[in-house]
């Protein structure tokens, strides 16, 4: 059963920022800092993190279909082994990210910066890259 605001708030008073593995689909975290916390192994399908700040943010093999991460500044985050399946993230921030073995299949990545990103075995099939920033800094 997913996990309520009011409920997070008081898994983070006790846990700190390891949220790994816990269930937060479709909760809405629309421009909050989450910027070091760790969502690995977390379920995130179909939450609202538009406008987030997320540096540093550990969502490794996270489960993140639908999510909406819209213009999110997701610097130096790991999302290694993620699963974004039709998520958004247009206009986000991705530099310095790690998304090496992720799958994009079918994300709105449009105007997002990879600037430095690391991407080998992502798999970016049906993905929108229209007017990326590529990890070597061309625009697209």
């Not at 998520?87 to 998304?99: E, P, R």
């Not at 090496?100 to 075995?121: K, P, Q, V």
């Amino acid at each position: 059963m997913p996990i309520t605001q009011i409920e997070l708030k008081k898994i983070v008073s006790q846990r700190g920022k390891d949220l790994s593995g816990l269930d937060l689909r479709g909760i809405n975290l629309e421009g909050v800092n989450l910027s070091d916390f760790n969502f690995s192994r977390a379920n995130l399908e179909g939450a609202n993190l538009y406008r987030a700040t997320l540096m540093r943010a550990n969502f490794s093999k996270a489960f993140m279909k639908d999510v909406d991460l819209r213009e999110a500044n997701l610097a130096q985050a790991d999302l290694s082994w993620a699963r974004l399946l039709n998520a958004n993230l247009k206009a986000s921030n991705l530099q310095y990210a790690n998304l090496e073995d992720a799958d994009l299949r079918d994300t709105n990545l449009e105007g997002a910066n990879f600037h430095n990103a690391t991407i080998e075995r992502t798999n970016l099939v049906g993905a929108n890259l229209k007017n990326i920033t590529e990890p070597d800094g061309t625009k697209r």
